[in-house]
């Protein structure tokens, strides 16, 4: 909706205007308020300069005419006349003490007694409201020469005497005359100040005319940057002014190279983070396929597990039958210490993201590498075992041995070694029972062993593609540019179980400790396989979560370039605009 009011020239005009307007108003009033005192000053001014120019005339003519006063009078009465025609209406009279002898007024005057005390003592008074003559004038009474004596001649007297005689000179105008002139004079200055008034008006409308002109393009030159226009250039007539208007323009100018700039470095922005974008996709892709062979290669290990686990129960089971001939059984082994140090989140979340996978992946691969090293402590806990089995199987031979020659020197004896014979009947019997037990703990342990095996090159299988998953992602970190700390692995130590056998007691212990060390490690590989298969499931989602993500930055990229593609910017040649004055030109007041 446009706006109504007053244009820039309107008002520009208003601010000249108003204060001439103003004072000619204030000099109306002004004037409408002193007219009686200004009148009465102006009145008594031109009374008292033409009656002192009159006395010098009358004074100069008296002595011209001294000697022909036949024609005196006539000669004051014509220079009197012509007076009051120069001046406007002022009319003279000539008196002598107090009754006119000369007079251009064409009424009758008599002076007042208070008039006349003042004129003796003072030799002149001015008269502002006198109306002996019928109407309001303006009178100025004035000595024009002392005491002298006259030759008086009568008819009726006979002798001559000297007497003193007062000679006055009297000027008067009317009111109404005097403010006919104070009001020509006030005509006269209020047309002044309207010609002034209206060439003051004529100049403010061309220099405003001139200004808003300027401030128009300007505008418009606005406009086209809100419209997205950056590739122009303001004339050089804009930008070279010294006044406000060049300030402006150049401050337009400097704005369009710095925006022109600033959305030329938004679009290489957005090429840039969508080339970043793709790139990541791929390799999240990559990292979801390894994701997904490392959840086989887990399922996997957990089946050998859990297998290992059955197997091992059936040891123990066996081991439960030789109870008799084992009595005590104890171990230890040291659990395996896993640590993995966490690296320092990035400032974008993309970066965080990929901290958090490296820290999976870390976890993950020293769980892989734990059950690698498990499996393996349990081959090697199986060789011991089947040592002790053969070792087991060993002295029941030899126990047998010992039990048939006990039964033939017992035949010998006869009588006296029936007692003794039944004894090595026993013994021999539990010989023939330790060695089958020993020979189905042999067969379990090869099975055991043989399993173990195929769980070590299935771990083998499974490093190997955690190092390649570990290559593509550095790849993936090197793209990034984002170099974090290293992955630090913990070094896992487990101690050795060294037992020294003495005797079949000993074998018995070190059999149920092996054992013992079957089970923890088969209850720790089921219970490290889960860990590394919800570990896995929480690095599926991350890494869906991770490429949600990047959909998202390449539809936000999509729209930061659809948004910079409004500005009409040649971007291959992006223009900088040319350096401006931070301190612009001022004209100055002159």
Known sequence: MKKRGFGLSGKMLCMALIPLIVTLVVSVFAVSFVSGVVTENLAENMLTSNIYLMDQILSSQSQSNSDDDSGKDSNFLDIMTAAKEKTGGVDYALLMNGEPLITTADVTFEISQDVQETIDSEGAVFVADDTTSGEECYIYYCTVGGDQESDTESTEETDSEDSAQTIMLRGSISHATVMGLYKSYIVMTMLALVVLIVISSIIVILLSRKVVKAIGRTVRNLDKIADGELKYELSENMTERVDEVGMIARSIHHLIGKFGHSVSTIHDSTETMNAFTNQFKGNFAKIDAQIGTVNQAVSEIANAATSQAGETEKISTKIGEMGGAIDEASGSLQELVNSTEQMRSQNEKMNEILDELSRINARTEESIDAVYEQTSATNKSAEEIRNVVDLITNLASQTNLLSLNASIEAARAGEQGKGFAVVADEVRNLAEQSAESASKISEIVEELIGKANVSVRTMESVRGEIGSQNEKFNETRVTFGMLGDEISKVAEEIDSISVQINHINESKE?????????????????????????????????????????????????????????????????????????????????
Request: some cysteine.
């Open 510 to 590: 070190i059999v149920l400790i092996s054992l013992d060390g079957l089970t923890a490690i088969a209850e720790s590989n089921a219970a490290t396989t889960e860990e590394t298969a919800a570990s896995m499931v929480e690095l599926g989602d991350i890494v869906n979560d991770c490429n949600i993500a990047t959909e998202d930055l390449v539809h936000l990229a999509g729209d930061i370039d659809d948004n910079v593609n409004v500005f009409k910017v040649d971007f291959e040649t992006a223009w900088h605009g040319e350096e401006v004055d931070e301190e612009p030109r001022v004209e100055s007041e002159s």
